[in-house]
């Protein structure tokens, strides 16, 4: 179970392919949520890309060049999941966009690049999250433990698409994560939904990721409110 001093929450996540696109749904969330993750494939670590790494990033360009930013940039804080290939060749963009907090995932590079890129983002003052995929050991992120703000544990059994079934064989590794780090923020990205997150947290999770759970049929208040009725229940 999650120990008394980590706060259970609910992240929307949102996979865009275009600048328009993250704008649109961050707009639903912007004044409902203090976190928004924003979910970047490239098409190497992912099946798919999606923005800004699909060819269209003209809007990343212009927050990059400062001549705009993160749409509700002055209302949310984002976290940006960053589903790519060699991470250390994209981190440093995001962390000029605005980043409060950089998922990496272990399998996008070695454990000595991503071991300095968290070692690097700590003394920024950025939040760090180290993903592992499905068929990845909890045991890896034991080396890494002591410069992680969270561990992210992947819920699907392929990243970077939103709305696929969860994985049931997980909740053993979230279990063994906690068992391990009581104290330790422990978030599950896919497969999150008002069926799959009553077992999420009992394994002991007490971050949910949600992306399509959240934004379908754009009842976004409601699907929230029915996530944090949830979420209040377990803490009971």
């Not at 290939?85 to 605005?98: F, L, M, N, T």
């Not at 992120?141 to 561990?151: G, S, Y």
């Not at 992947?154 to 994985?167: D, H, K, L, Y």
Request: proline fraction near 5%; include cysteine; charged fraction near 25%.
């Amino acid at each position: 179970m999650v120990q008394e001093n980590l706060s259970e929450e609910i992240i929307p996540a949102v996979l865009p392919q275009s600048i328009e696109d993250l704008r649109e749904k961050v707009a639903l969330v912007a004044k409902l949520v203090p976190v928004v993750q924003i979910d970047v494939c490239d098409g190497d670590l992912t099946p798919e890309a999606s923005w800004p790494y699909n060819g269209d990033n003209a809007g990343f360009e212009k927050i990059l060049s400062e001549d705009d930013g993160l749409p509700f940039w002055d209302v949310v804080n984002f976290e940006i999941d960053l589903m790519v290939r060699d991470p250390e060749d994209q981190v440093e963009k995001w962390i000029g966009a605005g980043a409060q907090r950089i998922v990496l995932h272990y399998e996008s590079s070695t454990p000595e690049i991503l071991t300095q890129l968290f070692y690097d983002l700590k003394d920024r003052g950025i939040e760090t999250s180290l993903a592992i995929h499905v068929e990845t050991e909890a045991f890896v992120i034991d080396p890494l433990v002591h410069l992680l703000d969270e561990v992210q544990v992947m819920g699907i059994e392929e990243v970077g698409f939103q709305g696929e079934p969860f994985a049931e064989q997980v909740l053993p590794k979230i279990q063994e994560i906690r068992a391990k780090y009581p104290h330790l923020n422990i978030a599950v990205d896919g497969g999150v939904n008002l069926d799959t997150a009553e077992m999420i947290l009992d394994a002991g999770a007490n971050r949910l990721v949600a992306g399509s759970a959240i934004f379908q049929n754009y009842d976004v208040e409601e699907n929230l409110h029915a996530f944090e009725d949830l979420l209040y229940s377990n803490d009971q």
